[in-house]
């Protein structure tokens, strides 16, 4: 399998912490896309960082990316309660058609 | 716009059975795939395409067609449901194959 990982599988914070998760892949990508799931609901693009370069931010987002290690992580600043959700990060290859997605991070914010 | 949309929502069928999942967008996306998401495993590619006419199999694309009749359009067939079959699927599309996907919310499928 060409899926990536994250880590950790699950993880269990207060609201207003940081919350960090991490993604590592296998192959040479173009880009690395980050995405939010809700329980029960499909998922939602949340940031998408290229192949050269190293970090981006959205509002209370901030991806980084070392294309030398193959892995990422997201970063989530001041988190609420609304942030509970699961977090998939997703490869795109350079000589490929197709998104591998990592297995996921379960976040749970304790209000 | 309705944005992905996908039908049914839940559906059980028994061994053998065959059905269609069915996925639309109306977003002229030009790349559309199907996933299948179980505990664990995250969502892993089952088929794609790059455009009306054109498709490609992903990671597990054993027990299930696709076609791409039309922009809009990118059907799901279960050809002789198993229970291995059990799962959420979902569908997504975008502008390219490099770019954010969109997707539906999902059918959640039961075989027994």
């Known amino acids: 399998s060409q899926q990536g990982e994250e880590d950790p599988q699950a993880l269990s914070i207060q609201e207003g912490e940081n919350a960090t998760m991490n993604c590592s892949y296998k192959t040479s990508i173009n880009n690395l896309q980050w995405y939010r799931q809700n329980s029960g609901r499909g998922l939602v693009h949340l940031i998408l960082?290229?192949?050269?370069?190293r970090e981006k931010h959205s509002g209370r987002l901030r991806v980084t990316l070392d294309t030398s290690k193959k892995s990422s992580s997201l970063l989530i600043t001041a988190s609420r309660a609304a942030d509970t959700a699961s977090y998939f990060c997703?490869?795109?290859?350079?000589?490929?058609?197709?998104?591998?997605f990592g297995t996921g991070t379960s976040l749970t914010v304790i209000p | 716009n309705a944005g992905v949309t996908q039908t049914p929502k839940f559906q059980v069928l028994k061994t053998g059975q065959s059905m269609t999942l069915q996925c639309a967008q109306d977003?002229?996306?030009?790349?559309m795939s199907w996933y299948r998401q179980d505990p664990g495993m995250g969502l892993r590619l089952i088929h794609y395409s790059v455009g009306a006419g054109i498709t490609d199999q992903g990671e597990v694309p054993n027990g299930y067609n696709v076609s791409r009749s039309t922009t809009e359009d990118f059907p799901l067939r279960l050809l002789s449901a198993a229970p291995s079959q059990t799962s959420v699927y979902f569908c997504?599309?975008?502008?390219?194959?490099?770019?954010?996907?969109?997707f539906g919310p999902g059918t959640r499928l039961t075989v027994l």
């Open positions: 997504a599309s975008s502008s390219a194959r490099y770019n954010e996907q969109f």
């Open positions: 960082i290229r192949s050269n370069e």
């Open positions: 977003m002229n996306h030009e790349y």
């Open positions: 997703a490869t795109v290859s350079n000589t490929g058609n197709q998104f591998y």
